[in-house]
């Protein structure tokens, strides 16, 4: 357990500890719990956002084919315990309001963006609250529409570094629709105006967007190329510069995006390259657009799909696929190469159907899980409600508990830093371990990648390493970590290699 850096991501899991709460439906998950018990209706487009106290926030709109609406949020303590209940944000322009989503700074502070009318077309609306949801900037039209077509289908938000807002929508001026993106400060005034992102006269929409920690944002959408919908990839930096356009990276739309500690952008999104068998798929790209993990089939099924990231790099992921004609909630855990860590499992499903669908995830900073969705089960075809979810991220609790029984154990590592070459040896309970056939050695670099393995046969007391992968082929200088795996756990320690 010594000797652990800040850098070791992949290894942080050992380090970090949670409580185990249980709960019966499904196991590691909460009971549903409603969020709107107020007034009857239809409520759409909820998004969730965690505090730096974890406390949730969730926004929605009660927008219904064209009908007047308004965006309400509700705030809740870890356990889903109402702590501001169903309240509706005072806007005087509100009509046909819709698409809300909510990000929170660093100081707690609450940004809410939805669809606002304009004399040109639906735009984005902006208001900020407190963390006890006063208004510190009033409802207020941020940026007006653009051409006399329905703009606004879609849009997304996310917060950089600095508490600027980064926006990406979909708007239709008079040849066709477009992506354009935008940039706010942290009082909703226009930083970077319009910039058009998708190619003129190709029809674009359904659009993602994440930003990475050198505030770059990394924005995806569709395409409209030929029958097939085409995912496209544009990376633009924190001064507005137009650094990657318009790549084509698969068939898909409604991308969901997020950026790892190492900068390496994740994607997750309803793919279709037949025309007609849906799938959900990830990929995993570098910061020059490059594929670190090619396109992969992660679930057979249409579903709109949202992702989240921990502290401890594993990828969270919900989507409502529809079984035997009701839809569920379906999540999986992957690992930033796009491997299951938990494969796909229903977390919504009969006799509890959710009947809308539309799931969020978000992630606190103790690593719960906070999940919510629309749900029609209380007056099916009448009314739809917004419900939450938590979860407990019961893989991590699984290996915690490992780590603790072999707390006392040790890797220990001579020289580190090293040049040459290093010797590693294993002290268990003290003493030097006695190799058995299930146990193996493995050494990663710093983004995750192995680059050694040792098997049980190749193992002894001390083993020498002399900075060379599976190849025989010498690796550059940097941080690598050590992972022993044995029947009663795992130990992982860093080790430096220099010139």
């Not at 006063?134 to 409802?139: C, G």
């Amino acid at each position: 357990m010594h000797n652990l850096t800040r850098n070791s991501i992949i290894f942080y899991l050992l380090l970090t500890s949670c409580c185990l709460l249980l709960f019966a439906y499904p196991p590691g998950w909460s009971d549903d719990i409603l969020l709107t018990p107020e007034t009857p209706g239809y409520r759409l487009d909820p998004d969730i956002s965690v505090d730096e106290s974890n406390n949730v926030w969730v926004v929605w709109d009660s927008t219904f084919w064209g009908s007047t609406g308004y965006v309400y949020y509700t705030k809740r303590d870890s356990l889903g315990n109402c702590l501001i209940p169903e309240t509706v944000l005072p806007d005087s322009d509100a009509s046909n309001n819709g698409h809300v989503k909510v990000a929170i700074d660093a100081a707690n502070n609450v940004h809410i963006q939805w669809t606002e009318p304009s004399v040109t077309g639906e735009g984005i609306g902006y208001a900020k609250l407190d963390n006890s949801g006063s208004l510190i900037v009033n409802p207020h039209l941020a940026m007006p529409g653009y051409g006399t077509g329905e703009s606004c289908n879609r849009h997304a938000i996310a917060l950089d570094k600095y508490k600027n807002i980064h926006v990406i929508w979909d708007e239709q001026p008079l040849e066709s629709n477009q992506i354009s993106y935008t940039k706010l400060d942290s009082l909703g005034d226009t930083l970077i105006g319009r910039i058009r992102v998708s190619p003129v006269g190709v029809y674009a929409i359904w659009p993602g967007i994440g930003v990475d920690s050198f505030a770059n944002c990394h924005l995806g959408y569709r395409l409209a190329y030929t029958s097939i919908d085409s995912l496209a990839y544009t990376k633009i930096d924190k001064d507005g510069n137009i650094l990657i356009s318009n790549k084509i990276l698969d068939a898909g739309t409604l991308p969901s995006i997020v950026a790892d500690r190492s900068q390496n952008i994740h994607m997750v999104y309803p793919s279709n390259p037949t025309g007609y068998a849906w799938s959900i798929r990830y990929l995993k790209l570098d910061q020059n657009g490059n594929f670190l993990v090619a396109p992969k089939t992660i679930f057979n099924g249409f579903g709109a799909v949202h992702m989240a990231i921990d502290s401890l790099q594993y990828l969270h992921v919900v989507w409502d696929p529809e079984s035997s004609g009701v839809q569920t909630i379906t999540y999986t855990k992957l690992d930033t190469l796009g491997n299951f860590v938990i494969p796909p499992m229903q977390i919504v499903y009969p006799p509890y159907s959710p009947g809308g669908g539309a799931p969020r995830i978000a992630v606190d900073k103790s690593n719960r899980l906070h999940l919510v969705w629309v749900d029609g089960r209380l007056d099916p075809g009448v009314t739809c409600d917004i419900f939450y979810k938590r979860g407990e991220n019961e893989t991590t609790v699984r290996e915690i508990k490992k780590l603790r029984y072999i707390e006392q154990d040790r890797i220990k590592i001579y020289p580190n830093p090293f040049s040459d070459v290093t010797r590693i040896t294993f002290l268990f309970r003290g003493i030097e371990h006695s190799f058995s056939p299930t146990d193996r050695l493995e050494i990663y670099e710093i983004t995750g990648r192995q680059v050694k393995t040792f098997a049980s046969c190749r193992l002894a007391g001390t083993i020498t390493w002399e900075g060379t992968d599976d190849h025989n082929i010498k690796l550059p200088n940097g941080v690598y970590f050590i992972r022993f795996t044995c029947e009663t756990g795992q130990k992982a320690v860093s080790v430096i290699k220099l010139q």
